[in-house]
């Protein structure tokens, strides 16, 4: 009888075992580089020598490039993506989520690491980056995309108290609104959303 009562305990804890396996099975990252596309980095990169030390002008320039548009309008395009809506889907956006790890890599991986767990080489121990792919956070994104507000807010404003990194002080986690444009913010955010879903290989999506 005894045995049974401990078979019958085991059983849900079993279950549960294989519910968080799944879970965090699935929630594995994929890596930055997986994430990107081909060219991707390359053109952003390319984007960004252009105007150096100015990723925001530079990101704008690309866009208005792209568009054939001036830089004027690029600005103004900008300005309308607010901190309300994310208007790329992570689920089906492949090439933002390309893109917002791109961003990422460039302006956040340093801090946040470049498996997006918060053991980049810049993060101060008194002052730690939250690892995104931590249970909470991926359930979140799964029920409602996570925090896209906050999280775009946080990034674009900072977020924290003034602590002394390297390159001088500033809030825990730096204010990004002077140095990136709306879209690489919720580019990034995008990416960011996306950690818990199966990106498939970028070579794979090449030759197709
Ligand atoms: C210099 C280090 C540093 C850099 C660079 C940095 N962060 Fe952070 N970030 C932090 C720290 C530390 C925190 C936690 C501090 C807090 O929120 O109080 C944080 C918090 C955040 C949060 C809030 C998380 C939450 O659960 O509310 C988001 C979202 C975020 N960062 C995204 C980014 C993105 C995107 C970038 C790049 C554009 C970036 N960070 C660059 C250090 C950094």
Not at 111 to 119: A, E, F, I, K, L
Request: proline share 7%; charged share 25%.
């Amino acid at each position: 009888m005894r045995g049974q009562d401990a078979a019958e305990t085991r059983r849900p804890l079993a279950v549960g075992t294989l519910v968080l396996a799944f879970f965090t099975g699935c929630a594995g990252p994929p890596s930055l580089d997986r994430a990107i596309l081909p060219g991707h980095a390359a053109a952003y990169a390319d984007a960004l020598e252009r105007r150096p030390g100015d990723a925001k002008r530079a990101f704008l320039a690309w866009r208005a490039e792209q568009r054939g548009t001036s830089l004027a309008e690029a600005v103004r395009r900008d300005a309308e993506l607010t901190a309300d809506r994310n208007p790329f889907d992570a689920n089906r956006d492949r090439q933002a989520v390309s893109l917002g790890a791109v961003v990422y890599r460039n302006h956040c991986a340093r801090c946040h690491g470049s498996s997006v767990d918060g053991r980049g080489p810049d993060v101060l121990p008194d002052h730690p980056c939250k690892d995104f792919h931590a249970f909470d956070k991926r359930f979140a994104v799964t029920l409602h995309r996570g925090a896209p507000r906050a999280w775009f807010h946080k990034i674009r404003d900072g977020h924290g108290p003034i602590v002394e990194y390297p390159d001088g002080p500033s809030t825990a986690m730096p204010a990004f609104g002077d140095t990136l444009s709306n879209e690489q913010i919720w580019l990034a955010v995008t990416y960011l959303q996306s950690l818990d879903m199966y990106v498939p290989a970028a070579s794979a999506e090449a030759s197709q």
